[in-house]
């Protein structure tokens, strides 16, 4: 299975405080996606990197792909109460747009 | 500009009811998506349409049937319901094929007593 696996299943910091969340896989891959998930609502797309990418940053987003070590990690700088959600990274499903979800990373932010 | 929209929001059906989930987005995209999302678990996909009057099978497309009915809209339809297709059901859309799902609704949640 190409299924992106994330790691922690859980982690729970202080507001201010930065989180980083991992993702491995087990195949070759053109991109990877991670995306948010808060309680109860869809999932919001946040950003897409490509295999020729090493880091892309959106905002207080950072996240890096290593092909060589199949993985890629998502940092949240300076976390907020807002980041308290699911994480989930996907991997594509050869080339036809269909990608493939892991179980997530359960974010909790303390005020 | 109301994005990806599902309707019903909630159902609850018995073992072997039928029905149809509905969705529609309003951004012009080729691609549409129906994924299930069982408790503390990620994204499973069922079935997949690149364009209109396309359809492919997903992870686990059995007792599932899809109609992408123009560019707009693209249904899943339940024909004999279990109680192991009770779940929470994500639409989403994206802009061309080969994209990854951009954009999801909210949610349809369905409950098979």
């Known amino acids: 299975s190409q299924q992106g696996e994330e790691d922690p299943q859980a982690l729970s910091i202080q507001e201010g405080e930065n989180a980083t969340m991992n993702c491995s896989y087990k195949?070759?891959?053109?991109?990877l996606q991670w995306y948010r998930q808060n309680s109860g609502r869809g999932l919001v797309h946040l950003i897409l990197?490509?295999?020729?990418?090493r880091e892309k940053h959106s905002g207080r987003l950072r996240v890096t792909l290593d092909t060589s070590k199949k993985s890629s990690s998502l940092l949240i700088t300076a976390s907020r109460a807002a980041d308290t959600a699911s994480y989930f990274c996907a991997i594509p499903i050869g080339n036809a747009g269909k990608s493939t979800f892991g179980d997530g990373t359960t974010l909790t932010v303390k005020p | 500009n109301a994005g990806v929209t599902q309707t019903p929001k909630f159902q609850v059906l018995k073992t072997g009811q039928s029905m149809t989930l509905q969705c529609a987005q309003d951004?012009?995209?080729?691609?549409m998506y129906w994924y299930r999302q069982d408790p503390g678990m990620g994204l499973r996909l069922i079935y997949y349409s690149a364009s209109e009057g396309t359809t492919d099978k997903g992870e686990v497309p059995n007792g599932y049937n899809v109609s992408r009915l123009n560019k707009r809209e693209f249904s899943l339809r339940l024909e004999s319901a279990a109680p192991s297709q009770t779940s929470v059901y994500f639409c989403a859309s994206s802009e061309g094929f080969g994209y990854p799902p951009q954009y999801f609704g909210p949610g349809t949640r369905l409950l098979v007593l």
């Open positions: 990197i490509r295999s020729n990418e």
């Open positions: 195949t070759s891959i053109n991109n």
């Open positions: 951004m012009n995209h080729n691609s």
